[in-house]
């Protein structure tokens, strides 16, 4: 009998933190490396971009189709952001879970509240910091030629964002993004040992205790 | 600032397993590549062996000095054990744990249950089950010239004690010493990311947030 075959639930992965401290970066190189966590797709009403495909970057829906997943409960968690709604739909992640597939999202600390009263058991949250404003501020400069009014802007709304570290289960600072992306496997390795997940360990180990 | 100086509280963990499953071999190998975690010396009142040190493999106490620790509560747990009592004294586990240095322990799981009531947010349990009865009777048999008898009296108190997996936090199936190692290893790395361990992280924040 080899470790694999004991039933798992899988886990549901929240990678939160401020805009430009590593969250969007990291989740990548997470899936890139582990076959076995697939990213969980939002709904959104907002229209795609030339270069977005529909089913692979967002589900695209429109604002009567997402309102009435909002009122069937398809939904784990919902938000507004500049007029736009977006949401994670329950059923993709539900099956994952139940087939020990473990899902990641990306998702800012209000969908995380929501998420941690739908999924509580199965949900694994992980707040990323940048080690300081100045590497913050340079990673926000770096990736867009925004004005420096736009980039005051962010830093101001990642400094309010910070604020809700206290709110997730593991904090990591991110200081290299290999170092981070170890610690973040880390924590997977860990929580799939999690004694709650192992759904089929019971039987086993009445086997085991059977003289199996 | 670098995430070490971020202030975080040690952790004890305990590595239980039925004899044969393998965590002595896994403290050893743990506490030789981690420079961080360093192992708890028990108490004990038995005679030391030609080849044991005081202080290194236990702390070699008399009957009456054993009695006195209890009393004045200086052990996190105790037992007894063949006529010999044993105890983990609770200084030097304090001591590191609150100087950011971490623990571990390999007692069974009597002493998980008295340590998961005097130290329960810093204790980190990982219960170690053997693959199957078959693999645990050849290790059982490899490490001792014991009669078949005495192999099958271990082999029915590993059973009994195969049924404690519940009360611990993480479970292992031990296939293979250097991917159980692995497991562990990761397990020490996200527990050491857990937020409430951070003691350090709302000081951080505060200055990251006043924009340092």
Same sequence: chains 1, 2.
Avoid at 21 to 50: C, H, Q, Y
Avoid at 75 to 89: C, D, I, K, M, W
Avoid at 123 to 144: C, G, N, Q, T, W
């Amino acid at each position: 009998m080899s470790a694999a075959k004991i039933g798992r639930r899988g886990l549901l992965l929240v990678l939160s933190s401020p805009s430009g401290a590593g969250k969007t970066t990291l989740t990548r190189m997470l899936i890139e490396r582990d076959p076995n966590i697939s990213i969980s797709v939002s709904a959104t009403t907002r229209a795609p971009r030339a270069s977005e495909v529909d089913g692979r970057d967002y589900l695209f829906v429109s604002a009567a189709r997402f309102e009435e997943m909002v009122a069937k409960r398809e939904l784990l968690e919902h938000a507004s952001v500049f007029g736009n709604r977006y949401g994670t739909p329950r059923g993709p992640v539900e099956q994952a879970l139940k087939s020990g597939r473990d899902v990641v999202s990306d998702i800012d600390w209000q969908g995380t509240q929501q998420l941690a009263e739908r999924v509580r058991q199965d949900l694994v949250s992980v707040f990323i910091l940048p080690p300081s404003m100045a590497v913050l501020e340079s990673r926000l400069k770096r990736r867009a030629q925004d004005t420096d009014e736009v980039v005051h802007q962010r830093m101001a709304k990642s400094a309010d964002e910070m604020s809700h570290w206290p709110e997730y289960d593991y904090v990591i600072v991110n200081h290299d993004l290999d170092e981070s992306l170890g610690h973040v496997q880390a924590i997977l390795t860990a929580e799939r040992h999690r004694r709650e997940r192992l759904v089929g360990l019971a039987a086993f180990v009445n086997r085991l205790r059977a003289g199996g």
